[in-house]
């Protein structure tokens, strides 16, 4: 026998009383009074940007004035027009290196903790995750209240791959000190869509 199993048989002779599973059946998770303000606060919180959109305004712009310095902008989306770089037509996903924006759409965000889901609607995914700044078009009207509600619409397209994507990548796991950017976008805005 293993230590590993060793252990394990300790435990369980010595268990006095088992209980059951308690039923997860009535779990609906936190709900808030305004999901959207909820989704704007907690996205704040860790580390993004959020900017409103308002009806008629360009998303190009809105992208230039938050990266103005941006040279290489990467994005499939029809509505992007000052893309330079498409993640469908280049030849591998190492010509997506050096990317200063990305632009990606997001399904529904999370007010419970500012992430929102992003389905693969690329070829190359790369572009979540190589970009150094990362921009993610939201529809306002497509917030849920926590994560009990997003998993009940994480849905996949041929491509089988999504990820929930909140705020920037950071990590404080040397020496505790908190390192932006560390193994994805060094920021995240977030245009919310009306």
């Known amino acids: 026998?293993?230590?590993?199993?060793?252990?394990?048989?300790?435990?369980?002779?010595?268990?006095?009383?088992?209980?059951d599973m308690p039923s997860l059946d009535d779990i609906r998770g936190i709900t808030f009074p305004d999901p959207l303000a909820q989704f704007i606060s907690m996205s704040k919180t860790v580390g993004g940007n959020v900017v409103e959109v308002e009806l008629g305004q360009?998303?190009?712009?809105?992208?230039?004035?938050?990266?103005?310095?941006?040279?290489e902008i990467a994005s499939n989306l029809p509505e992007v027009t000052i893309a330079t770089r498409n993640p469908d037509t280049i030849?591998?996903?190492?010509?997506?290196?050096?990317?200063?924006?990305?632009?990606?759409?997001?399904?529904f965000g999370v007010a419970e903790n500012g992430c929102i889901w992003i389905p693969q609607e690329m070829v190359e995914k790369v572009v979540c995750f190589i970009s150094e700044n990362?921009?993610?078009?939201?529809?306002?009207?497509?917030?849920?209240?926590?994560?009990?509600?997003?998993?009940?619409?994480?849905?996949?397209?041929?491509?089988?791959?999504?990820?929930?994507?909140?705020?920037?990548?950071?990590?404080?796991?040397?020496?505790?000190?908190?390192?932006?950017?560390?193994?994805?976008?060094?920021?995240?805005?977030?245009?919310l869509l009306p």
């Open 134 to 191: 990362l921009v993610i078009l939201l529809k306002k009207s497509e917030i849920v209240n926590n994560m009990h509600d997003a998993y009940k619409k994480i849905s996949f397209n041929d491509y089988g791959y999504g990820t929930f994507i909140s705020g920037p990548s950071k990590t404080a796991d040397i020496a505790q000190v908190l390192v932006m950017g560390a193994q994805a976008a060094r920021s995240v805005t977030v245009l």
């Open 58 to 71: 360009d998303i190009n712009e809105l992208i230039r004035q938050a990266y103005p310095n941006a040279k």
């Open 91 to 107: 030849e591998t996903a190492q010509e997506l290196n050096g990317t200063d924006v990305g632009v990606i759409k997001g399904v």
């Open 1 to 19: 026998m293993s230590t590993k199993e060793e252990i394990l048989s300790k435990y369980r002779r010595n268990i006095k009383k088992q209980y």
